[in-house]
């Protein structure tokens, strides 16, 4: 399948809002019930680190850091978000923006990328332990969902080999 890696744009808010829609409604991706506006989601990622994969101009997933905390200590930690529409999973398309976005981290002098995924998603684990991020722990029973089941939640955490030693 060919497609792109690019920088997010404002104007990709949209097909990164579908694609989060579409994985809340899995139940396997987040704790949210609901997309937050542009206002919202903008303020809470990291803006030199959002990457959207593209196939004939639209995007078809996307990748984007937050910060972990505002304590200056952790300015190089951040948690890692990933969504590929559910039409093009299968394809690759997690594999290379994971790639991209630890590459970028790096230069933009993340040194600890973590990542908090319902034990449940297997495929999300799995692609998570091929580039190097392990996993610390379990967090038993730390969130419930809107129908009241409460869930797990696996910590991972990949530390840069370039950055912080």
Known sequence: MDFTIDEMKNSDWE????????????????????????????QGHIKECRLVARSSGSVIGWAALSPISSRCVYRGVAELSIYIDQDYRGNGIGKTLLKEIIKLSEEEGFWTLQSGIFVENKASLKLHKKFEFREVGVREKIGKMKNGSWRDVALLERRSKKVGT
């Open 15 to 42: 097909d990164v809002k579908r694609i989060y829609i579409q994985g809340i409604k899995t139940g396997n991706s987040t704790f949210e019930t609901e997309a937050p506006d542009w206002e919202n989601w903008d």
